[in-house]
């Protein structure tokens, strides 16, 4: 079936911005992209991609070397405008910062057209995209909307939010359902329209904006309390010296239980981020959401206890060592396996907090990034070969990591990685 869709405009050019972007280039429709980032328009421009995302450089290549995405900084006409920027917190309460979603409101406003169809994919705190209709509304008085005009509108607006896995982004932007809630019936069949050209998931009509931007921030939410179930687990178990991962190993073997494994806390854009917009919506209400952030927060500090009772009981042990020069290997700084994505990573926040302790003696292995960021003082990204130290912390589970032995030395290991080397006992 023919495309009816001939140009569309993709704001941001982020982890989920470019795969999008990509999968409809691939469908040989045009794309123009806009970011901000002048660095990664550039990069974009020569078929190359400043993000790891397997597959999604090929695509790219492809797709720029035909001439079906192109990336600019100043937004241009299209027949359709995705917004995929980031929705982070405007405070230490965790409000949600709408500042950029706004940005980029106003920012295509001006080159909006009658029968354009504007999106928010961007995972949102509930009333967002009703909010991004009042900015464009308010941008563009001589179009109509359809918080006003409703099914006669000039633009037709809809939310359909992100619902992939980083490392299968590709594969999981056509496999996957999408949730679609239009602010009409006809700005979700429109919406529909659009991303049937390469999902081959159900897209599943919302009965509006609201309830598809809660769903997106349930699903996360949901996970995020099972993760604190596997965190808080670990903690108890650690004080009862139990092997928390043979603890959930027995555990699981229940029909109807399935515990997930825990880790140094929660990061990523997602899962970290989005149950505090439903606490931010109902405080009052929101008690086991609430408590799961909390839990998981909480878990980097922990680690970071772990990390200084191994350092003070590998000075008792060797005399002549202080504990500012006890040398540390830190293993993984990404949110998640085998990523460069470092958003909100716990691993992140304990390196920091450890570099500072440590000042020169902090090594730090992360297979997936070129360059340390910000933050981390004079701590050295090495290779895992090059690695000599006197306690090594694991943290990030990386495929390379887990192909190699345990290295010789204290070990503490909050992924389970190295349970049966460990001298440590760390769940």
Known sequence: MENKFKRISVIGLGYIGLPTAAMFASRKIHVVGVDVNEVAVNTINRGDIHIVEPDLDMIVHAAVQEGYLRATMTPEPAEAFLIAVPTPFRDDDHQPDLS??????????????KGNLVILESTSPVGATETMAEWLAEARPDLSFPQDAGEASDIRIAHCPERVLPGKVMQELITNDRVIGGLTPRCSSLATELYKTFVK????????????????????????????????????????????????????????????????????HCIAVDPWFIVSSAPELARLIRTAREVNDAKPEWVVNKVRTAISEFVMQNPGKTADTVSLAIYGLAFKPDIDDLRESPALVIARTLAREQKESVQIVEPNIEVLPDGLGAAKLVEMSDVAADIHVMLVDHASFRLSSAPAGKLVDVRGLWRNEMRLALP
């Not at 950029?100 to 057209?113: D, G, K, N, T």
């Not at 931007?213 to 993760?227: G, H, P, Q």
């Open 100 to 113: 950029y979603i706004e940005a980029a409101s106003r920012a295509i406003a001006p080159v909006l057209s």
């Open 201 to 268: 998931g159900e897209c599943v009509i919302a009965s509006g904006p609201r309830v598809a931007e809660m769903a997106k921030l349930t699903e996360n939410s949901f996970r995020d309390v099972n993760i604190a179930f596997a965190n808080e687990l670990s903690v108890i178990a650690d004080q009862l010296q139990i092997d928390v991962w043979e603890l959930i190993e027995l555990a699981n073997r229940h029909p109807r239980v399935n515990v997930l494994q825990p880790g140094p806390g929660v990061g990523g």
